[in-house]
């Protein structure tokens, strides 16, 4: 019985915030392997193209054909289909081929939450979650957050950690009237934060270095998960290793997970879902702040909304990131974020 109500609560859960895998190749290997799919046409076989599709499918482009997958190395109609569906949700060129841009996004890090192809909401790129959920209580609400006390790393100090998801929080609580307190009590905590290896007992097992990155679940489950395996970095100054992970802009994407965003077209969005080592994308866009104001409304002491105005007017609100500094600041001083 136990079981059952589990395997309920998962599938009630979109899990959110696996990081791309690459699909059998190293970064290296990406070019080599691109020349190889260039020529690559309909009803050609290619070793490889096998990855694709497993990755295609995991993301959610690639449907299952009379209820199986077959895994092979034929660029059919359907893989096809798959690829060009993928180019027009992350912003690539449109070509239905394996070019070099395409291949280097299948291999670059990020989230493993299952993209949503075809939700678009007219020419806004933000997206939901199906049924579009979210934290449902009395405005302006308060979520509280905890650590596991288990499930934790200790690469970087607490404190460090705490500050940089204090801040991650509070980027999203600048726009929105959802306040985030963190809380030592875990058991009764809305958010769940916790550092897992491998197979953890969500279904969504992490893969080690690079990769997913982490996942969390849509609203109102709160699990937060990061892989414990990743070089997770506060400082890239002080963190000098190449496959160093910012783990501000790993937080911040997965928050916006937590509330109910799904992944953005918008290559700058915070919600787009990839990150490469060592960049940090931790300013929300036009994208992402409209996207999560249409789920909770508008934060009444933030500027945000005047800031969205004169981007639109300049034509220029998909490009303009906004600080979490430019907002109101004691808001952010009280919370207690990512
Ligand atoms: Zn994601
Ligand atoms: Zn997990």
Redesign the pocket.
Same mark, same amino acid.
């Given at each position: 019985m136990f079981l059952f109500f589990f395997i309920i609560l998962l599938l009630g859960s979109s899990?959110c915030l696996l990081a791309r895998n690459t699909p059998g190749f190293t970064n290296k290997e990406v070019a080599g392997i691109s020349e190889r799919f260039l020529h690559a046409a309909r009803g050609s076989e290619v070793a490889g193209i096998s990855e694709f599709k497993k990755h295609f499918r995991r993301f959610g482009y690639l449907p299952l054909q009379n209820g199986t997958f077959l895994v092979t190395d034929t660029f059919d109609d359907r893989f096809e289909s798959a690829v060009t569906l993928y180019q027009e949700k992350l912003g690539l060129p449109t070509t239905g081929k394996l070019h070099l841009a395409t291949v280097s996004q299948v291999s670059t890090p990020g989230c493993g939450v299952p993209d949503t192809p075809t939700t678009f909401h007219g020419t806004k790129r933000y997206v939901y979650f199906p049924g579009k959920p979210r934290w449902y209580r009395p405005m302006p609400m308060t979520l509280t957050y905890a650590f596991s006390p288990v499930n934790f790393i200790s690469s970087l100090s607490s404190s460090d950690i705490k500050v940089v998801f204090k801040r991650a929080f509070a980027t999203w609580a600048s726009v929105i009237p959802v306040s985030f307190v963190e809380t030592e009590d875990y058991a009764f905590a809305d958010i769940k934060i916790g550092f897992?290896s491998g197979d @953890?007992g969500?279904g969504?097992a992490?893969d080690g270095a690079l990769g997913v990155l982490a @996942?969390s679940f849509s609203p109102e489950s709160g699990?937060f998960?990061l892989d414990a395996a990743e070089t997770w970095a506060v400082d890239f100054g002080t963190e000098k290793s190449p496959v160093a992970v910012d783990l501000e802009s790993v937080a911040t994407h997965e928050i916006g997970h937590l509330l109910g965003l799904g992944h953005s077209s918008v290559k700058g969005a915070v919600m787009y879902p990839s990150l490469k080592p060592r960049d940090k994308k931790v300013d929300l866009t036009v994208d992402d702040i409209e996207g999560v104001q249409a789920l909770y409304g508008l934060n009444p002491n933030s500027r945000s909304g005047d800031l969205l105005e004169s981007d639109i007017s300049t034509n220029q609100a998909v490009n303009l990131r906004i600080r979490a500094s430019d907002m109101a600041l004691p808001l952010i001083l009280y919370l207690l974020c990512m």
């Open positions: 899990p897992y @953890h969500d969504e992490f @996942h699990r998960h």
